[in-house]
């Protein structure tokens, strides 16, 4: 069973095209975050939920719109794409609690904006 | 705010041979965890060690160990007896459950 999966692997689109990116754990974690990860490996993160509440919004366009239904999903959705949208996505999660062992990620999707 | 820097956008080391990868950070939190984590081509993120910066003894993983100098906040992964799967882009990454921030990267590359 994967840890934490992300749907789709990849999604090449239209520029002005909505899409929706999906994240799922079944580690029981309260915590997922989103990250994005430009064409120079940069990882930067963009939001985090613990427990369906956001705790992080880093400046990111309102186009990006995290939605979280439960603790174990955290699906990114993304309005009007722009080229320079286009880079790895990364879905994460951890457990916050006495002490802290990392995130475990997800295999990223890579969305390409054409 | 924390910052994480990786100096060394790539380095190579011969099959069996050992390296060192740097990594030096600032924060201005008082308990907070350090990480090296291994993105290998299939971009899969791997956890390789974790550091808990309130304790002084370096962390170790099998072929993989730090040196942790947390005056310097310095914080390098060692890498004995390099194999070929060792290549990878490796991150080191600093924070807490909150929030990881991680540095550029460094390349590996493993030669035979």
């Known amino acids: 069973d994967t840890a934490v999966s992300q749907t789709p692997k990849y999604l090449v689109t239209q520029m002005g095209n909505d899409k929706s990116i999906k994240c799922e754990q079944n580690l029981g974690h309260d915590t997922m975050y989103w990250y994005k990860q430009d064409s120079k490996k940069f990882l930067k993160i963009m939001f985090s939920?613990?427990?369906?509440?956001?705790?992080i919004n880093e400046t990111v366009p309102n186009r990006f719109s995290p939605k979280s239904p439960d603790k174990a999903h955290l699906n990114l959705h993304i309005n009007s794409l722009e080229l320079g949208d286009s880079a790895v996505y990364f879905c994460?999660?951890?457990?916050?609690?006495?002490?802290?062992?990392?995130?475990?990620f997800g295999s990223g999707t890579r969305l390409t904006v054409v | 705010a924390q910052t994480v820097t990786q100096s060394q956008p790539e380095m190579s080391v011969q099959e069996a041979e050992t390296v060192t990868l740097s990594c030096t950070y600032d924060t201005s939190e008082s308990d907070y965890y350090l990480f090296w984590y291994k993105q290998p081509p299939s971009r899969q993120m791997i956890l390789v060690i974790r550091?808990?910066?309130?304790?002084?003894q370096n962390a170790t993983e099998n072929r993989f160990s730090v040196n942790f100098q947390k005056a310097a906040k310095s914080f390098s992964l060692k890498i004995s007896d390099s194999q070929l799967g060792d290549a990878a882009m490796y991150f080191c990454?600093?924070?807490?459950?909150?929030?990881?921030?991680f540095g550029s990267g460094t390349q590996l590359t493993v030669l035979p």
């Open positions: 994460a999660s951890s457990q916050e609690g006495q002490s802290f062992y990392g995130y475990t």
């Open positions: 990454a600093s924070g807490s459950a909150r929030q990881l921030t």
């Open positions: 939920y613990n427990n369906k509440e956001l705790i």
């Open positions: 550091q808990e910066a309130y304790k002084q």
